[in-house]
């Protein structure tokens, strides 16, 4: 594919309701959507970063600034194998795996259209459709996010994912779980803790929980690794895993027993299929995690999950639940038993 031209869009969005983790409260969404033309076929990608260096360094204004003057002058004109030949001829741009990722899968995208195959089959995904659950932000007090359980629950997601931080936390899961037994259940720190808390979190392993995600620092593995061995709760990483090498140390190193997998984090899809095949084989499940995304960045989404090692239900979830009105058609859509058929389309969505 040789690449004609880039276009780099920034639409705002509001999300039905304020979502809050331990880091801040979001309801208006800044995002960039990068379309990329070879041949007259477009391809689209998303550019899943935050609007403030929070979750990661990137932000959505960092991103336009690699995507325009760094990664668009490599890449316009260049001849490419393929879609997973990007990352090689970006190599010389250090980080910024959310600005390259939605470049590299705006081109996974045009190459599933040129080989009219859908993306999923592209990236040699096994699943006909995925399971899908839902993170919940933190909730003004616990009765509050027990009708909201009971609220997702009815539309038939599999798994429910708490948002926490220190003073929202065990009271909050002790009301879920003594209202739903059975579920499965976990919960998100988004990096709201320290070691010192280890007596803190290992309370929490009376809720029978799924996993407990990213609890300690952003970027520490070690730490991680300390807690894991106290604590019989399986952690899960999240922002700690950037590419194949950080998802090999952790799990040798003990840090967690599960991942998460955030498309734009790891930086597209050709490193996420890296990171998934270090778990697979050393039999580490892994999941989809969300960024808040519009409906582009939520099909990328999709199409990943359907490779064999993602065993657990995703954060994957319904365009209704995020969005009045989605930039995709159709806009997804979730069954009544909690999943998502994948879309035997060319490529995968009309933006």
């Not at 939605?102 to 006909?128: F, I, K």
Request: with cysteine.
């Amino acid at each position: 594919m040789r690449i004609e031209s880039f276009t780099l869009r920034e639409i705002h969005m509001r999300l039905k309701a304020p979502f809050e983790t331990s880091f801040g409260v979001t309801q208006d969404r800044r995002i960039l959507l990068v379309e990329v033309i070879s041949d007259g076929v477009s391809g689209w990608g998303e550019i899943t970063t935050m609007e403030a260096p929070s979750y990661d360094p990137e932000t959505t204004d960092t991103a336009w600034h690699i995507v325009s003057d760094f990664i668009a002058p490599v890449l316009i004109g260049q001849e490419l194998l393929n879609a997973a030949a990007v990352a090689r001829s970006l190599q010389a741009i250090r980080g910024h795996h959310m600005a390259k990722a939605g470049v590299e899968n705006a081109l996974w995208d045009l190459e599933a259209q040129q080989r009219a195959v859908p993306l999923w089959r592209l990236l040699e995904g096994t699943r006909q459709e995925i399971a899908c659950g839902v993170s919940l932000g933190i909730r003004e007090n616990p009765q509050s996010l027990v009708n909201k359980v009971e609220e997702e629950l009815r539309c038939g997601y599999q798994r429910i994912k708490l948002k926490i931080k220190p003073g929202k936390d065990i009271d909050f899961v002790a009301a879920v779980r003594r209202d739903f037994p059975d579920i499965l259940l976990s919960v998100d720190a988004n990096s709201a803790y320290c070691l010192a808390d280890v007596a803190h979190l290992r309370k929490l392993d009376e809720f029978g929980l799924l996993m407990i995600e990213q609890p300690l620092d952003w970027d520490d593995i070690y730490s991680h690794a300390c807690l894991q061995g106290r604590i019989r709760t399986s952690i899960c990483l999240d922002e700690c895993i950037n590419n194949d090498r950080h998802a090999t140390a952790a799990i040798e190193l003990g840090a967690c027993k599960i991942i998460n997998m955030k498309l734009g984090r790891v930086g597209g899809h050709s490193s996420a299929r890296k990171v998934h095949d270090v778990c697979s084989d050393r039999s580490v499940p892994v999941w989809c995690g969300g960024m808040l995304e519009s409906g582009i960045g939520r099909a990328h989404n999709i199409a990943m999950s359907t490779l064999p090692g993602f065993t657990l239900p995703g954060d994957v979830s319904a365009s209704s639940r995020y969005w009045n009105e989605d930039i995709i058609e159709p806009e997804i859509k979730v069954t009544p038993r909690g999943t998502i058929p994948v879309s035997a389309a060319r490529g995968w969505v009309t933006p």
